[in-house]
Nanobody
Framework: VQLQASGGGLVQAGGSLRLSCTAS????????MGWFRQAPGKEREFVAA????????YYSDYVKGRFTISRDNANNMVYLQMNRLAPEDTAVYYC???????????????WGQGTLVTVSS
């Protein structure tokens, strides 16, 4: 599975962005997908994950209620809708694929290149 994240940019605090992740490969629908982020000088952290069918979703406490993960298996896409963004959300955001939905980045097999989100105060 090859992944490519897009949709990052500069936004003011309180604004919204939608990240997209395009996946290649006919087996996309058999993978759970996740979003992680890494801020400068910090470790990569879990943001959200979604099961292969879209029926299961998980969020970190930092984004719960503000971010929504979704997927479109027909078009090999995963999305992260980010609302009420705060400066602390500034990071490079990565999409990743795993055989079993997880919050742990070590359990993800495939990673996209990342897209930068910058939230100004």
């Amino acid at each position: 599975v090859q992944l490519q994240a897009s949709g990052g940019g500069l936004v003011q605090a309180g604004g919204s962005l939608r990240l997209s992740c395009t996946a290649s490969g006919r087996t996309f629908s058999s993978y759970a997908m996740g979003w992680f982020r890494q801020a400068p000088g910090k470790e990569r952290e879990f943001v959200a994950a979604i099961g292969w069918s879209g029926g299961l979703t998980y969020y970190s406490d930092y984004v719960k209620g503000r971010f929504t993960i979704s997927r479109d298996n027909a078009n090999n896409m995963v999305y992260l809708q980010m609302n009420r963004l705060a400066p602390e959300d500034t990071a490079v955001y990565y999409c990743a694929a795993t055989r079993r939905v997880s919050r742990r980045y070590a359990e993800y097999d495939y990673w996209g290149q990342g897209t930068l989100v910058t939230v100004s105060s």
